[in-house]
Nanobody, 130 residues
Framework: QVQLVESGGGLVQAGGSLRLSCAAS????????MGWFRQAPGKEREFVAA????????YYADSVKGRFTISRDNAKNTVILQMNSLKPEDTAVYYC???????????????????????WGQGTQVTVSS
C-alpha cells in the first residue's frame, strides 16, 4: 500500500504563491503517475495537474496552466505543486493522488482519475483571499 501525506497549504493573498508537497511512503513504484486534485465547497473534485514518475511528462487543467507547476523528486518520493499568481477561485482542499493500479498511464489520463482508484491523501486546505 502507498500512503500519501500532503503539506504546505495555508492562507495567502491573491497574487501570492504557495508550494504544496506530497510525500509517498510504503510500497512505492517508479512507473505510476501522480496528480493533484482540488475540491471547493459545494463543488465536485476537479483535476489540477499530473506527472509521470518515469518520464516526468506533465499535464495541467486549463484553469491553472501557466500559473502552477508540478514536479517530482524521485529520490524523496515527493511530488511538488508550485502555485503562483493565486486567485480566490483557487481556494479549495487540495488532494494528492497516485495511480498505484497503473490504470491512468499518462499524465493526461490522470485527469480522469476518481477516488475509486489508486491512493489518495487526506488533503490540505488552500485559501486565497481577495
Amino acid at each position: 500500500q502507498v500512503q500519501l501525506v500532503e503539506s504546505g497549504g495555508g492562507l495567502v493573498q491573491a497574487g501570492g504563491s504557495l508550494r504544496l508537497s506530497c510525500a509517498a511512503s510504503g510500497r512505492t513504484f517508479s512507473s505510476y503517475a501522480m496528480g493533484w486534485f482540488r475540491q471547493a465547497p459545494g463543488k465536485e473534485r476537479e483535476f489540477v495537474a499530473a506527472i509521470t514518475w518515469s518520464t516526468g511528462s506533465t499535464y495541467y487543467a486549463d484553469s491553472v496552466k501557466g500559473r502552477f507547476t508540478i514536479s517530482r523528486d524521485n529520490a524523496k518520493n515527493t511530488v511538488i505543486l508550485q502555485m503562483n499568481s493565486l486567485k480566490p477561485e483557487d481556494t479549495a482542499v487540495y488532494y494528492c493522488a497516485a495511480d498505484t493500479q497503473g490504470i491512468f498511464t499518462t499524465a493526461q489520463a490522470m485527469r480522469l482519475m476518481t477516488s475509486d482508484f489508486g491512493s489518495w491523501g487526506q488533503g490540505t486546505q488552500v485559501t486565497v483571499s481577495s
